[in-house]
């Protein structure tokens, strides 16, 4: 499993931030976060792999180091959108969707 540990740890701050109950599981190639058996974040390499409303990913999609995945409603933050209070961003992000 291929993943950047300090990103993954600043994601896995964020969560302590926000949700009591995560789950971290081996996932997709990296390590994904989880609620409710769900994921909704998953660490890549130096990338995230995060769900998102489908009907919000165009918009998504403008901000920096983003691009789509082949699955819709999933969206790929590179390492230019993950730096400075991005992480907190897209953690709450994906957690609004997940709680839908």
Known sequence: MAYDAI??????HE????????????RAGGLAF????????????????LACD???AHELHG?????HYERTGWLIIGPDGTDG???SF???TALAWNSK
């Open 54 to 56: 489908p009907e919000q």
């Open 34 to 49: 989880m609620i409710n058996d769900k994921m909704f974040v998953c660490v890549q390499d130096n990338t995230l792999l």
């Open 15 to 26: 969560m302590l931030n926000n949700v009591p109950d995560v789950e971290e599981k081996e």
């Open 90 to 92: 897209w953690v709450k």
């Open 7 to 12: 990103l993954a740890e600043r994601v896995r």
């Open 85 to 87: 209070k991005n992480i």
């Open 63 to 67: 901000h920096p180091g983003v691009s």
